[in-house]
């Protein structure tokens, strides 16, 4: 995992440069108010601020189509050209105007890094380990303001600080981050399928994994062109050591034979209904529609089907849940299939097919039906992939579709499978291992029998009447994906976190926060170490930025363990405990150490605990959920969202100030982290540890008309 590491740290110095910016234009503003007399002009000082903001609400309505055109690498190339551009005019900048330009070419690399950078770590990173290496992009960023406030500070000390050096400094990493992006940084993997680029993909991703056969990785990038689908279904396995009587039988048996390592039949998998239940036909429902479950249970089924996977891997002793597990041994002891609870179809014939991985711990088996690749996917190897481990727990296999009737086959269907290990029943039989994965083994005994879910729909390989991958790619939808069912309901998730994420009060922390410590007496205790009150400002920036850094450093620890959906529910009440501390601590009778002590302690915790959760949380989940081919148009859809209430933000936060005064301004701040948190819990899947193309199939299921969620799970 190392070159990975090392790949995503290096796209996070855009992330360090941006806090960089954000702080040093904070401290400059002091002296550019001095120089040139902008307190008579409050209002080209708001402009100079949040010119940046402007310019990257407008970058950003037509970056995501440029980056679905043209690729990430290029885009993060541009802002890191961007920074050394806009620091090298701050240098020269005589007048108000050159800094209003500085600020424009700025906003453009701000807008650049904040929208691609968590775009382009979720399409390198694998699955179990993306959430922490999107959460560097926070930790980048923190230690870009501490710095910066370092730099600040210590400048304010000398006898006549120079605005221009500390708006400037930016473009010594800039260059760095230039060179870096440019001769380091490699394209994204899924972005190169996309164009029908396999070769190059395939070159990345053996880089990147440190692996020889990337074949599993690239289907299923090909795969994630085409989510959903007319046929999907949901399918249930029960699977237990093979039998001699079910080894020796007609393919056309409905269970799937699981190969070994000497290419025998080690385990059998049995499908739970059947051949599923297709959404074509309508789920099984045993509680009503989806509409009437919905209204019934205001949280969405959406976020109990995700919760579901991660829970299992979670609670290993509780088996009582599962009525397939309960009745796994009774239905295998027998050794008898026609005593079994499953029927047999003609339709499939020896249906999932896991492939040879080339670990040494792994499982794998022989092309059983001589299945071929349409497309090329594997170049010099036409058969489907090998390696069927795709990250967190799941492989990618495939299953043929006969014609009953004639028994020609129709195609191939992909089959997303992951088995739930705490599920299994405990037995004495020799030890295997099923699937083999990074961090993942399942480990069983022979005897024992577990649960397995599959997702199933059709495949963008397989025979001829299949599309080729550049095909796929060149038929993407676009625009007109998004309005798709499952992409809305991924925009109503990213779009909802984006506004509520300023609806929490981050910016009126980090424009006002100065006030409020002000008042609260906090610079006076300062300014008696002997430095001027700018200085003491300065000074607790520095402590407010530090204290930062462990939290989010626990948050990388945390982001692919408890999970993103968790951090939030469990940090957002402790900002609405900050807040009402703010609110309500000028109702009581605080001596000035006491009252200055407070405010600070809050203010401090309230940033720092909003860095671990709302504050990075929203991006990573944003670069999760939306389909490969629309990504880039999703992506700058809720980055937009996010500037609009950055901006909204700022401009109304005076008005607001002046009308409810700022205990009631940070009420009003309550009442947007309690919405908040209710639509988290609500509406926010848990997305940890599952392949992209996982959880965009997902959506899609849960975006279809009719589907019953609830008995999905």
Not at 18 to 40: D, P, R, V
Not at 154 to 159: G, R, T
Not at 636 to 644: G, H
Not at 657 to 677: E, K, R, T
Request: charged share 15%.
């Amino acid at each position: 995992m190392m070159e990975v590491v090392i790949i995503a740290v290096v796209a996070t110095l855009g992330n360090l440069l941006n806090g960089w910016e954000s702080s040093t234009i904070a401290g400059a503003m002091t002296y550019i108010k001095q120089e040139f007399e902008l307190e008579k002009d409050p209002t080209l000082e708001g402009l100079i601020v949040s010119m940046s903001f402007i310019t990257a609400t407008v970058v950003t309505i037509f970056s995501g189509t440029i980056s679905d055109l043209v690729g990430r690498k290029p885009m993060l190339i541009t802002s890191s050209v961007m920074f050394i551009i806009g620091g090298l005019i701050m240098l020269w900048a005589p007048n108000v105007t050159v800094i209003l330009l500085s600020r424009i070419v700025k906003g453009v690399a701000i807008a650049l890094a904040v929208t691609f950078i968590p775009l382009y770590i979720s399409e390198i990173a694998p699955p179990d380990i993306r959430g922490q290496l999107n959460t560097l992009a926070q930790f980048s960023c923190s230690v870009g303001m501490f710095l910066a406030y370092i730099l600040v500070f210590f400048m304010s000390l000398m006898p006549s600080p120079s605005w221009r050096v500390m708006l400037s400094a930016i473009s010594i990493p800039s260059v760095v981050y230039f060179l870096l992006t440019v001769f380091y940084l490699p394209e994204s993997p899924p972005w190169l399928v996309s164009k029908g680029r396999i070769l190059e993909a395939e070159k990345v991703l053996k880089r990147l994994r440190r692996i020889d056969d990337v074949s599993g990785e690239l289907a299923l990038l090909a795969e994630g062109l085409r989510p959903g689908g007319e046929d999907m279904s949901i399918e249930e396995y029960v699977v237990a050591p093979a039998s001699e009587i079910l080894v020796n039988q007609d393919e056309g048996k409905d269970y799937i034979k699981l190969y070994g390592a000497n290419e025998e039949v080690t385990m059998i998998a049995h499908p739970v209904n059947g051949q599923g239940s297709m959404l074509s036909r309508g789920m099984l429902s045993m509680h009503g529609s989806f509409t009437s479950q919905a209204t019934a249970n205001l949280k969405d089924p959406i976020v109990n089907l995700f919760e579901s996977l991660h829970e299992s891997t979670l609670i290993e002793n509780d088996r009582s849940n599962s009525m397939l597990i309960n009745n796994a041994n009774s239905i295998f002891g027998t050794g008898d299939p026609e005593s079994s609870l499953f029927g047999t179809s003609d339709n499939l014939r020896a249906p999932l097919n896991p492939f040879h991985s080339g670990a040494d711990r792994a499982y794998g088996s022989k092309d059983m039906l001589g299945m071929r690749s349409h497309g090329s996917l594997v170049h010099g190897n036409d058969e489907t992939p090998r390696n069927t481990d795709i990250g967190g727990g799941w492989q990618l296999v495939y299953k043929s579709t006969d014609d009953a009737m004639g028994g020609k086959r129709e195609g191939l269907q992909r089959v997303y499978l992951h088995a739930d290990p705490s599920a299994a029943a405990v037995s004495q039989s020799p030890h295997v291992s099923f699937v083999a994965t990074s961090g993942y083994d399942i480990h069983i005994d022979g005897g024992e029998a577990f649960q397995a879910a599959g997702i199933v729909s059709r495949s963008v390989l397989g025979t001829s009447d299949a599309l080729s991958i550049p095909e796929v790619a060149a038929k993407g939808l676009k625009w007109r994906a998004l309005l798709e069912p499952g992409v809305k309901r991924a925009l109503i998730v990213g779009i909802g976190l984006q506004i509520l994420q300023q609806a929490a009060g981050i910016n009126g922390f980090l424009f006002y926060a100065p006030q409020i410590l002000e008042q609260a007496g906090v610079g006076a205790l300062l300014s008696s170490l002997g430095i001027s009150s700018i200085s003491a400002s300065f000074l607790v920036n520095i402590i407010t930025t530090f204290c930062m850094l462990p939290c989010i450093a626990i948050s990388i620890w945390l982001m692919d363990v408890a999970g993103r959906r968790s951090i939030m529910l469990y940090t957002i009440p402790i900002l609405i405990v900050c807040l009402l501390v703010l609110v309500l601590r000028q109702f009581f009778e605080l001596s000035p150490v006491l009252n200055a002590s407070i405010s600070a302690i809050s203010v401090v915790v309230y940033e720092s605990v909003f860095c671990m959760g709302l504050s990075i949380i929203p991006s990573i989940v944003c670069s999760e959920i939306f389909p490969t081919s629309v990504r880039g148009i999703c992506i700058s859809l809720t980055t937009l969202t996010y500037w609009a209430c950055t901006l909204a933000v700022t401009l109304t936060f005076p008005y607001l100030l002046q009308l409810l005064g700022l205990s009631g301004v940070f009420a009003l701040f309550v009442g947007g982290c309690i919405i908040s948190w209710i639509f988290v819990y609500m509406k926010v899947p848990e997305t940890k540890g599952m392949p992209l193309e996982v959880i965009i199939e997902f959506f899609a299921i849960g975006g279809k008309p009719g589907t019953d969620l609830q008995n999905l799970e």
